[in-house]
Each structure stands twice: as structure tokens, then as C-alpha cells.
């Protein structure tokens, strides 16, 4: 079985400042990772996939993740953040692309100006 | 761009009444999930759908749970007697080259 850990529930950071979001995961099969992103109140946006290749991996809005394999990590991150990218980030794997997907807890961005 | 649709966006229901929820995926993707979202808790797989039938479902869908796709183009989960704990935030979800989320139906259960 797999599973995901996002250890902050919370991250707190001024506009313009990097940001980095963590998610390990667990699973004793090649597995598929992923990030999406929930605006309040709106569903579940995917940011970026890793699948395979590169191990580093670019998304939507100027994010982009490392897989990392010997540390089972796929970490989120971003150079500069707006007001904008307030809003719950969610890492997720599957072991193919098709079947379901296992969530973490989710970390919560909050930019402030 | 296509994308999946749900309704109804809220649904408030009594305790022990049935609920079905409607999904629209995108046309000619062949997997289809339901997801929920209890407030403040991650999201957890519930079913996933191809080919007419059920190809995986966790703990959490049991009897009460059933899902059907009526048509070419609608997907639905029902619940049967609904419990306070079903409250939640309900997601459809298919597969094309990944999966595509719609909005969700929110459930509140009273």
C-alpha cells in the first residue's frame, strides 16, 4: 500500500519569498507522483506529475517539484510566491496513472503581503 | 478546455434519506473516481469505475455506497441511508491522461 506524509499543515510566507512544501511518501512499488492545488471553495487543480524521467519536474503558475527516490520525497517549490498562491497544496501518488489516488493531508500556503 | 461537472453544488439532506450525485466526465475518458473531502481532512479515495463496473473501492464504500453510469454520459454515486458522518465534500474524478477533478458537491447531512 502506499501512502503519503505532508508534515506541515501550515505554511506561512511573505509575497516574494521562496517556499517549499514537503511530501514523502511510502510504497514498495514504482509509484507515480503528483501536485494539486485547491483554491477555497473550488476543486482539486493539478499543478505537476512526476512519471518517470527527469527528476525534475515543472508545473502550472511557476512551481516545480524534485523527486527525490533514496529519500522517497517529491518536494514543492517555488522562487517567488504571490498573494495569489494562498490555497491548500496536496502531494498524491498512484501506482499508475489510472488507478486511485492516495492523498496527503495537505499543507495550507498562506502568503501575506 | 473540457472539463468534469457535478450537481449539484450543495446538498442538504435528513439523516437516513438517499442522495445521488451526478457526475459528468470529460466525453471519452473511460475511468471514473469518486473522492470525498470531510471539512478540514484529506481527501480519500471511495470508488473508481471502468468498463460498467466497479475495478476498485475502499473500506469506506460499503453497502450504502453504489455507483452507476446510467447513460454515455452521467456518472452517479448514491447513498442509501444517509449517516451524519457522510457529510462531506464529494469529488468526481476521470481519467485521460490524468486525473481531472470537478468542482464537488458539497453534502450536509442533518
Known amino acids: 500500500a502506499q501512502s503519503v506524509t505532508q508534515l506541515d499543515s501550515q505554511v506561512p510566507v511573505f509575497e516574494e519569498a521562496p517556499v517549499e512544501l514537503r511530501c514523502n511518501y511510502s510504497s514498495s512499488v514504482s509509484v507515480y507522483l503528483f501536485w494539486y492545488v485547491q483554491y477555497p471553495n473550488q476543486g482539486l487543480q493539478l499543478l505537476l506529475k512526476y512519471l518517470s524521467g527527469s527528476t525534475l519536474v515543472k508545473g502550472i503558475n511557476g512551481f516545480e517539484a524534485e523527486f527525490n527516490k533514496s529519500q522517497t520525497s517529491f518536494h514543492l517549490r517555488k522562487p517567488s510566491v504571490h498573494i495569489s498562491d494562498t490555497a491548500e497544496y496536496f502531494c498524491?501518488?498512484?501506482?499508475?496513472?489510472?488507478?486511485?489516488?492516495?492523498f496527503g493531508t495537505g499543507t495550507r500556503l498562506l502568503v501575506s503581503p | 478546455e473540457p472539463e468534469v461537472t457535478q450537481t449539484p453544488s450543495h446538498q442538504v439532506t435528513q439523516m437516513g434519506q438517499e442522495v445521488i450525485l451526478r457526475c459528468v466526465p470529460i466525453?471519452?475518458?473511460?475511468?471514473f473516481y469518486w473522492y470525498r473531502q470531510i471539512l478540514g481532512q484529506k481527501v480519500e479515495f471511495l470508488v473508481s469505475?471502468?468498463?460498467?463496473?466497479?475495478?476498485?473501492k475502499s473500506e469506506i464504500f460499503d453497502d450504502q455506497f453504489s455507483v452507476e453510469r446510467p447513460d454515455g454520459s452521467n456518472f452517479t454515486l448514491k447513498i442509501r441511508s444517509t449517516k451524519l458522518e457522510d457529510s462531506a465534500m464529494y469529488f468526481c474524478?476521470?481519467?485521460?491522461?490524468?486525473?481531472?477533478f470537478g468542482p464537488g458537491t458539497r453534502l450536509t447531512v442533518t
Open positions: 466525453s471519452n475518458h473511460l475511468y
Open positions: 498524491a501518488v498512484s501506482r499508475t496513472g489510472f488507478q486511485k489516488l492516495v
Open positions: 474524478a476521470s481519467w485521460g491522461s490524468e486525473q481531472y
Open positions: 469505475f471502468y468498463n460498467n463496473e466497479i475495478s476498485e
